[in-house]
């Protein structure tokens, strides 16, 4: 009896798992342009008590972009010449009004349910030596469908609550002091720029269903009984009759 418990339980496990890589297989592929800038001091939250420390993103599972060679791959950067934010991007860094752009990057990526979907690292470097400063953000975006787009951000602006120089030994120790935490959930929809706002932070971001040109398909030649005589063959003289049997 426990032999075959032990069995079903198995063979659902591997039913899910294969459930699971199927769907990740057939997900659909969007484009997504993402813009994380920061607010000016005189923004609305800067009268407001932050805590002194936020706490970090759980970067456990999450991917990072892939450089633009390994296109044909889920989180592969897009070329420059695909982006459609660069107006809006140049709008925020001449802006006088205290914006300052922190990121601008877009990418190609296939979409899961949010029970298969991953987070993605943001920032400028997630590599980093012991005791070098950690970078002023870092954080993490996840992207999910169902009925509609889902985009979860989480994101870490260093240094944006008081005084807190980013190689002091507190900070440091504790990565998150002196941060202030952007945490967003948005239902979306494709093909529409929408602003995700925050009194220290803002993001512009616009997912698109990619368009994948597809290979056109292999001619066949069509299929014969026999193969055609060669050119180059000599012809066949035709076969003799045999010889009567001669009579007794």
């Known amino acids: 009896m426990k032999l075959f418990r032990l069995f079903i339980t198995l063979a659902l496990s591997l039913s899910v798992l294969t459930t699971t890589v199927q769907?990740?297989?057939?997900?659909?592929?969007?484009?997504?342009?993402?813009?994380?800038?920061?607010q000016g001091p005189t923004g609305s939250g800067a009268s407001e008590n932050w805590p002194g420390d936020p706490g970090s993103p759980d970067w456990t599972g999450?991917?990072?972009?892939?450089?633009?060679?390994?296109?044909?791959?889920?989180?592969?950067?897009l070329p420059r010449s695909a982006w459609r934010l660069n107006a809006h991007y140049n709008t925020?860094?001449?802006?006088?009004?205290?914006?300052?752009?922190?990121?601008?990057?877009?990418?190609?990526?296939q979409v899961a349910t949010s029970r298969s979907a991953k987070s993605i690292y943001l920032g400028p470097d997630r590599t980093r030596s012991e005791g070098t400063p950690p970078p002023p953000f870092e954080g993490l975006i996840k992207i999910s469908v169902s009925r509609y787009l889902h985009v979860d951000l989480d994101i870490l602006?260093?240094?944006?609550?008081?005084?807190?120089?980013?190689?002091?030994?507190?900070?440091?120790?504790?990565?998150?002091?002196?941060?202030?935490?952007?945490?967003?959930?948005?239902?979306?929809r494709s093909d529409e720029l929408h602003y995700i706002d925050h009194p220290k932070m803002g993001a512009l971001i616009m997912i698109s269903r990619a368009r994948i040109p597809q290979p056109p398909a292999a001619q066949?030649?069509?299929?014969t009984d026999s193969e055609p005589a060669?050119?180059?063959?000599?012809?066949?003289?035709?076969?003799?009759?045999?010889?009567?049997?001669?009579a007794n």
């Not at 297989?25 to 342009?33: G, I, R, S």
């Not at 925020?92 to 990526?109: C, V």
């Not at 060669?230 to 001669?246: D, G, R």
């Open 23 to 38: 769907a990740a297989d057939t997900a659909p592929w969007y484009d997504v342009e993402l813009i994380l800038f920061k």
């Open 62 to 77: 999450a991917v990072t972009l892939q450089p633009q060679s390994a296109a044909g791959q889920s989180y592969a950067l």
């Open 92 to 109: 925020l860094r001449r802006s006088r009004n205290g914006f300052e752009p922190l990121f601008h990057q877009a990418w190609r990526q």
């Open 157 to 188: 602006l260093r240094g944006a609550n008081g005084n807190h120089p980013l190689n002091t030994p507190d900070l440091l120790a504790s990565p998150s002091r002196g941060s202030i935490r952007f945490q967003a959930k948005r239902r979306m």
């Open 220 to 223: 066949e030649s069509p299929a």
């Open 230 to 246: 060669s050119a180059e063959s000599e012809p066949q003289e035709p076969e003799k009759p045999a010889p009567a049997a001669a």
